[in-house]
């Protein structure tokens, strides 16, 4: 299965700022963000990331499959097609398989990325930089041990500010 990470950062590296709210997204990175939803029609995210866009920005509405990493696995979710689970990253991938998905893209936040890096899965990475710095915030990655290489694939201009980078991570 292709996993690929959709993530939005500022210029000084972090995914999110202090206060957890996402209001220093440009309009072209939440764009790109349902357009790669839609295409994989697999998305996985931690339960942060759930609790900001549920139920309203979930970015999957009644189709595909929203897996939430979390420990609460009895919450009730918001729409049918979101799975609660606390199993690992290469038990996810084949839920997800068993659900007939080719690919699926993170799409946050530190902890789920983390997990699914450690565990050698991951086969792109498409960063969003925003025009912003934080201070305090977010890292992309968290007890990860490893170093990655990347070969950069494409970048695009995204708006007067903002840039999208993508990457493919090279196999190991």
């Not at 606390?86 to 789920?112: C, F, N, P, W, Y």
């Not at 992309?140 to 903002?162: A, G, R, W, Y």
Request: glycine fraction near 6%.
């Amino acid at each position: 299965m292709k996993i690929i990470i959709y993530l939005a950062s500022s210029a000084n590296g972090k995914i999110s700022n202090n206060r957890n709210v996402p209001d220093w997204l440009s309009q072209e990175y939440g764009r790109g963000f349902m357009e790669i939803s839609q295409k994989t029609g697999a998305v996985i995210m931690g339960k942060t990331t759930y609790n900001i866009l549920a139920p309203d920005y979930l970015p999957l509405q009644n189709e595909g499959t929203m897996v939430v990493l979390t420990h609460d696995t009895t919450a009730t979710p918001a729409k049918p097609n979101v799975v609660f689970t606390d199993k690992s990253a290469r038990e996810i991938v084949a839920l997800l398989e068993s659900k007939g998905h080719q690919e699926a893209v993170i799409i946050g936040g530190t902890a789920t990325v983390s997990e699914f890096i450690r565990a050698g899965l991951v086969n792109e990475i498409i960063l969003v930089v925003e025009p912003v710095l934080f201070g305090m915030g977010l890292p992309m990655l968290e007890d990860v041990d490893i170093d990655l290489k990347l070969d950069l694939s494409e970048i695009k201009k995204l708006n007067d500010h903002t840039v999208q980078l993508h990457y493919q991570v090279q196999v190991q």
